[in-house]
């Protein structure tokens, strides 16, 4: 690398010197040379008579100044600057590019055949030169020209204003947004599809048309994508009263793509892994994703379009916001209990780890060098877990009246976070000022709480410390404003009533001090405390319970979350008792009153079947590494097998039991199914452990009649290593090998094989005639699955696993760096682990920085990693 790429900082935020009011696009398609025409109305701002465009990878033909030849301008790696400009001036600009090897499919590139584009967060200056920020909005009109036999349909952002043939049967279709936009939002399509069409009438009653676009011969498998799109909209107007606002709306699923979605105005371009979907093809929580996904991209419309953000480090203000929306549409269409305890896994585990990573960062982060780096959980799910603590503290009512205020004062303008803060803090009448350092301070918060009971005053005592450690950029912390929910149960399972200084108090706490002391009155006898219920604040709780409290928690807690919580306490508990004695060479441990109380989920016929499933799902091996450092892989693995072991062992009967009883006899996605589903093959994945688990897995392969019983089998093969998972795996692949999206699938098991030889099995994979390192989704379901969630053959303690994924990473590099990014975040955490494994996976990384062209994607994290 010639120069280190230089980091810009958030403090340092100028507005543009000018402005782009309204651009006219006109691309004429080609493979190879594409020639865009961009006509824009620029407005000076401030004293300055040059303008500095963004621009990269471009071939400039022509740059006009209100018609006229202008040859006053300078052309410099990423800029172009004009000198000598009016104060207000029409500039045309025509420049070529290449979108068949646009392998890092950033701008316009081609996906399969049809063109698309992928603009955020800086992607369009790889199409014209502009200025690439998004607090430039601009009225977009777009004029694709395309030959029309190769490309009947040519699709772009808003409502289609005209058509018509052109000579050497090319044709071309124009298109107008009436919404100023930043270039971040620009969309293009072009190519030949099947279509899904349907209307949505709004609550004002606008007719909207609906289309989805999808690869020829897919259409029947973009039904659930459609429903859902519909149950967005009307979802939107009745929960937060948000209308659409143009007459067409459009989702493309495409198969190259760095990203699940984009949420360009009126046209959704789409990873067709969230599109697509049937009963033969997708599992249960493929359709579940979709839902999810597509609820997300049309909330944007409001949170993201309407309303965008002003610079880059503000993304957690779109971002984070639509994670809780589409977090609640999937609650109130589905298991509110399931949702959150799905949502707080990912907190728990991946999410944690990056806060404890060298690539830790606020979730409005200060500094960056590749802003494609923080499209991370902490911006997102962390962000979402920022905007849900907001909605805790104010109430759902004035939640809303905020959000009716923030669009009042910032409909059609790029906005920040603080405005955000300051709508609900005007609305509510709430003082935020302490809660929004959560927007500037990196880490996750610890939270150690004691309880004691008096019993002769019949009080109990609730002393609360936070505190938060420190983090690579960030060493001195503050205290936090954090929601603390509990409840208070006597022997009986009755809630006791929280009576501070003889007055009721509410659930919530608000915690904001380093140390706080809670003296309940009134509380007749020793309580057990249930605390953080619905994970009321993302941070880590330490409290000294017993398993007796715990297992009565399992069943009196009036809360669904707070009766799993226990359960994965409860787990915790014991995972870290047997990694201890492992490491010591003492006996494995696990008592039988803690299986009885699992026994006794299993078997509360009360319980949804989607919640019992996840009572009885182990916590994955990269949450549990987040409890020790250094992480000992080998041994959590033998410790998680162990308990999986114990408990089929021990509740043998009531799995095999439940697993017949939960028998369907039709598919159906309707959310009682989905979750009988999950439990059964919840009890599946037990019962393959034990000595007939080979039959049965082989036998409901053989008899499934819908994917996710076909994976559910496969996953129990793979994990439990049984005999025969070969046939099933050699079967499954002659049966799909020309859809890449279902042998994604069996992608991702290969990725996961616990056998020893796992890395020789991805190496072979990596020649099947299905697979390609360029296509993103076949990339991150065998490597990505390889690195991230197969620790014990990742982490071997020969380095070949570190050394394979330095091989990958090098070769990303130049193809797609963006991948190659989001793949090396197991390499970064080198420092969790032992010394022998810490000296081979930092020369890996080393390797990288001395690499001459390393891209600004991986140059950002290596480079923060060496430095930690």
């Known amino acids: 690398m010639s120069q280190n790429p230089q980091a810009k900082y958030r403090k340092d935020y100028q507005s543009p010197s000018h402005t782009i009011t309204q651009i006219d696009l006109t691309f004429d398609l080609h493979d190879k040379n594409t020639v865009v025409t961009a006509i824009s109305k620029v407005k000076q701002l401030k004293e300055s008579t040059t303008l500095d465009l963004d621009g990269e990878q471009l071939k400039l033909l022509s740059v006009k100044v209100d018609g006229k030849e202008w040859d006053k301008f300078e052309e410099a790696e990423g800029k172009l600057s004009i000198s000598e400009l009016p104060e207000e001036f029409e500039l045309q600009i025509e420049t070529e590019i290449n979108p068949e090897d646009n392998t890092a499919l950033e701008g316009l590139y081609k996906s399969g055949g049809a063109y698309c584009t992928q603009c955020e967060a800086e992607g369009f200056r790889r199409i014209t030169y502009y200025l690439d920020r998004p607090d430039v909005l601009a009225v977009f009109s777009s004029t694709v020209i395309a030959d029309k036999s190769e490309y009947p349909f040519l699709l772009s952002n808003g409502n289609r204003v005209d058509e018509g043939d052109l000579d050497n049967g090319r044709h071309f279709v124009k298109w107008q947004d009436p919404h100023p936009k930043p270039a971040y939002l620009f969309a293009l399509v072009a190519g030949d599809f099947d279509v899904l069409k349907d209307k949505y009438v709004t609550k004002s009653g606008r007719e909207v048309a609906l289309e989805i676009f999808v690869d020829k011969g897919n259409l029947n498998r973009a039904n659930h994508a459609m429903v859902s799109l519909i149950n967005s909209m009307k979802w939107d107007e009745e929960r937060f009263g948000l209308e659409y606002d143009l007459d067409i709306y459009m989702i493309v699923a495409v198969d190259f793509f760095n990203m699940g979605a984009m949420e360009n105005k009126g046209l959704n371009v789409f990873n067709s892994k969230f599109v697509l979907a049937n009963e033969e093809t997708a599992t249960d929580t493929d359709y579940l994703g979709i839902e999810a996904v597509i609820g997300h991209e049309y909330f944007h419309n409001w949170t993201g379009n309407r309303v965008t953000c002003r610079d880059w480090f503000q993304l957690s203000l779109k971002e984070g916001l639509t994670v ?127 309880g ?232 599946l994945s037990y019962l393959a452990c034990l000595e007939h688990g080979n039959e049965l897995v082989h036998a409901q392969y053989k008899t499934a009649n819908n994917m996710t019983d076909t994976m559910a089998a496969m996953s129990s093969a793979n994990q439990a290593k049984l005999a025969c998972r070969g046939e099933l795996m050699e079967d499954f692949s002659a049966k799909w090998e020309k859809d890449g999206l279902v042998m994604d699938k069996w992608f991702a098991l290969q990725g996961t094989s616990p056998v020893d030889n796992a890395l020789d099995l991805v190496r072979e994979t990596m020649a099947h005639p299905t697979f390609s390192l360029k296509n993103p989704n076949r990339t991150r379901s065998l490597i990505g699955s390889f690195l991230n969630n197969n620790p014990v053959n990742f982490h071997a303690k020969d380095g070949s696993g570190y050394l394979f994924a330095g091989e990958i990473l090098k070769e990303l590099n130049d193809s797609n760096p963006q991948v190659a990014s989001r793949l090396i975040d197991p390499l970064l955490k080198f420092k969790n682990y032992d010394e022998q494994r810490q000296v081979l996976m930092k020369a890996e990384l080393e390797k990288l920085a001395s690499m001459e062209n390393l891209a600004k994607d991986l140059y950002e994290k290596v480079t923060k990693a060496l430095e930690s």
């Open 324 to 450: 809780f929306r589409d977090q609640e549409f999937s609650s109130d269409l589905g298991s509110r209990a399931v949702n959150r305890i799905n949502n707080v896994r990912i907190i728990r585990g991946p999410q944690f780890a990056e806060d404890a990573s060298p690539m830790s960062h606020p979730i409005r982060p200060d500094k960056v060098i590749e802003m494609n780096n923080f499209y991370t959980l902490t911006v997102y799910e962390k962000g979402s877990e920022v905007i849900r603590m907001m909605h805790t503290l104010l109430g759902e009512e004035n939640f809303q009246k905020g959000m009716k205020l923030y669009f009042e004062r910032h409909d059609g303008t790029a906005a920040t976070c603080d405005d955000f803060v300051a709508a609900m803090q005007d609305a509510s009448g709430i003082d935020l000022t302490l809660f929004k350092r959560w927007y500037s301070q990196s880490g996750t918060p610890t939270l150690k709480v004691v």
């Open 452 to 683: 004691e009971y008096n019993e002769s005053d019949k009080t109990f005592a609730l002393k609360v410390e936070q505190a938060t450690p420190p983090t690579q950029e960030q060493v001195e912390k503050l205290p936090l404003h954090i929601p603390l929910d509990i409840e208070l149960y006597a022997a009986d399972g009755t809630i006791i009533e929280l009576q501070c200084n003889g007055e009721k108090v509410g659930n919530v706490l608000d915690i904001k001090e380093e140390n706080k002391t809670y003296i309940f009155v009134n509380v007749s006898e020793k309580p057990v405390v249930s605390l953080l219920r619905e994970f009321s604040a993302p941070v880590k709780l330490e409290y000294d319970y017993s398993d007796q409290e715990l297992m009565f928690l399992m069943v009196h807690a009036q809360n669904d979350f707070a009766r799993w919580d226990a359960s994965q306490i409860l787990l915790a508990k014991y995972i870290k008792l047997n990694v201890s004695n492992l490491q010591s060479g003492k006996p494995f441990e696990f008592s039988d009153d803690v299986q009885d109380a699992f026994r006794g989920v299993l078997l509360n016929d009360k319980l949804e079947p989607a919640f019992v499933a996840e009572v009885l799902s182990l916590p994955g091996a990269n949450e549990v590494a987040g409890w020790f450092k250094p992480v000992d892989v080998d041994a959590i693995d033998s410790v998680l097998h162990n308990i999986k072991q114990a408990i089929a062992q021990s509740l043998a009967d009531e799995l095999a039991a439940s697993y017949a009883v939960l028998a369907q006899k039709d598919y159906s996605i309707n959310h009682d199914a989905i979750g009988k589903r999950a439990l059964r093959n919840r009890c």
